[in-house]
């Protein structure tokens, strides 16, 4: 095969390898999920996930931090009631009756179950 024949191969090729490229750097990695303290003996805990909150090509992270929740380790985290939930605060944000995401009253959704 001649040069001729193969450059625009090799052309396309990297100007593909290119864009994946950018395309993976523009991709937010997401962090670990979390397990959140128990407020009551009630419920089990719940493990937030930020892969189930926000897409990592379109993460903003400022819907969230730092209000209601703060980022750095060691700032003080809000103490998550069903109280304050149902105010509209923290989960109850966008959790609840009639806002963008499931209800609150789904405990299953949020809470695992003992058998698990």
């Given at each position: 095969?001649?040069?001729?024949?193969?450059?625009?191969?090799?052309?396309?090729?990297?100007?593909?390898?290119?864009?994946?490229?950018?395309?993976?750097?523009?991709?937010?990695?997401?962090p670990?999920?979390?397990?959140?303290?128990?407020?009551?003996?009630?419920?089990?805990?719940?493990?937030?996930?930020?892969?189930?909150?926000?897409?990592p090509?379109?993460?903003?992270?400022?819907?969230?931090?730092?209000?209601?929740?703060?980022?750095?380790?060691?700032?003080?985290?809000?103490?998550?009631?069903?109280?304050?939930?149902?105010?509209?605060?923290?989960?109850?944000?966008?959790?609840?009756?009639?806002?963008?995401?499931?209800?609150?009253?789904?405990?299953?959704?949020?809470?695992?179950?003992?058998?698990?």
């Open positions: 095969m001649t040069l001729r024949r193969t450059l625009p191969g090799l052309v396309v090729a990297l100007a593909l390898m290119l864009a994946a490229a950018a395309v993976g750097a523009e991709l937010r990695r997401l670990k999920d979390i397990a959140l303290p128990m407020t009551g003996k009630k419920h089990s805990v719940v493990t937030f996930k930020h892969t189930t909150h926000v897409k090509e379109s993460a903003d992270c400022a819907t969230c931090h730092p209000r209601p929740w703060p980022m750095k380790r060691r700032a003080k985290q809000p103490v998550i009631t069903h109280k304050l939930m149902d105010q509209g605060e923290l989960c109850g944000k966008c959790h609840g009756e009639g806002k963008e995401s499931f209800d609150l009253e789904d405990c299953d959704k949020c809470h695992a179950s003992d058998d698990e």
